[in-house]
């Protein structure tokens, strides 16, 4: 079974850090999985659900948002099945629900998410 666990939210104020983890579980995921990309969305109370970042199986191509460029950093470390998301130089405006996606195999998997709340 395909599990998504997402950890490292919190609330903090204006221009801290943090990083938010997910740990992709369960026999659908494989190291090896060469087409799996992992990657954070998240969702502000009253809003759609938008993108922030995605990083490849490599772990060398990203993308990110043009609202987080510079301040957040997605790596993915050797195991593969894991995907950090650093968050700096926070905003409030960067209160959300941040959720992890895996895309593989054609099949979008989604996490119970990790709040996040900035405050001035």
């Known amino acids: 079974q395909a599990q998504l666990v997402e950890s490292g939210g919190g609330s903090v104020q204006a221009g801290d850090s943090l990083r938010l983890s997910c740990v992709a579980s369960?026999?659908?995921?494989?190291?090896?999985?060469?087409?799996?990309?992992m990657g954070w969305y998240r969702q502000a109370p009253g809003k759609e659900r938008e993108f922030v970042a995605r990083?490849?199986?490599?772990?060398?191509?990203?993308s990110y948002a043009e609202a987080v460029k510079g301040r957040l950093t997605i790596t993915r470390p050797n195991t593969k099945l894991t995907t950090y998301l650093r968050m700096s130089n926070l905003k409030p405006e960067d209160t959300a629900m941040y959720c992890c996606n895996v895309q593989n195999q054609g099949m979008d998997y989604w996490g119970q998410g990790t709040q996040v709340t900035v405050s001035s």
């Open positions: 990083i490849d199986w490599s772990g060398v191509n990203t």
């Open positions: 369960g026999r659908t995921f494989s190291t090896f999985d060469y087409d799996m990309d």
